[in-house]
């Protein structure tokens, strides 16, 4: 099994700077950095991308939420797609090249974005969160049935924290994405650094 995968959302709360300024503490940590601030134009994010890389962060590393043409036009890692974004099929034609991300909550929406070539998807919400409020969490019978019956990677998301990450691991996640439990800690490097701990990453 390769080392999980470490995913850091942005909470499309906090100023822009002040997400770049925790950014570039805590990437030699963590695989990707998604921008996903849903106020933001396309010339707001393109620029906050050119911000993340002014911090020495590598673009191999960033994911743009729904505006692929700001992934592409910055050559990102990849876009990460939502149902209101564009389909996933469309995206894997028009921008050949882009790894492409949707985001799923049921077994039949993953088979639906695996069929259209999705590169991985995020499966959520797994436990309670305060971004899901009013929502009943997934839990993780349904991530086992679809890493069990598909060859697509997930990713689990939703009040993930280093003492339930690794049921995630265990149920055939390829990593888990966290936003409040790095973005709102009073020190996200110690956060992150307990959330390697927990992936048994090696830093
Ligand atoms: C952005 C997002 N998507 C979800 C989904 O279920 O698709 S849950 C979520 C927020 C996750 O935040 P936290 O790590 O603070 O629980």
Redesign the pocket.
């Known amino acids: 099994m390769s080392v999980p995968e470490l995913h850091i959302?942005s909470t499309g709360k906090q100023q822009i700077t002040k997400f770049v300024e925790i950014a570039s503490e805590i990437h030699e940590y963590i695989d990707f950095i998604h921008l996903?601030e849903k106020h933001m134009s396309a010339a707001q994010l393109y620029q906050a991308v050119t911000l993340l890389c002014e911090r020495n962060i590598p673009l191999s590393k960033i994911i743009v939420n729904d505006r692929v043409d700001v992934a592409w036009s910055q050559q990102a890692y990849g876009v990460q797609l939502a149902f209101h974004s564009l389909d996933v099929s469309v995206v894997k034609q028009a921008f050949p090249g882009i790894r492409v991300g949707r985001?799923i909550?049921s077994f039949d929406e993953a088979q639906t974005v695996f069929e259209k070539g999705a590169d991985f998807a995020?499966y959520?919400?797994v436990f309670p969160?305060?971004?899901?409020s009013g929502l009943p969490p997934k839990g993780v019978e349904e991530l086992k049935e679809i890493t069990m019956n598909m060859k697509l990677p997930i990713i689990a998301?939703?009040?993930?924290t280093p003492s339930n990450s690794e049921l995630l691991i265990n149920a055939g996640a390829k990593g888990i994405a966290?936003?409040?439990?790095v973005l709102d800690a009073k020190s996200p490097v110690q956060a992150v650094k307990e959330y390697c701990r927990s992936l048994g990453k090696g830093r």
């Open positions: 959302i996903r985001s909550h995020i959520g919400h969160t305060n971004s899901k998301i939703g009040g993930i966290v936003m409040s439990g």
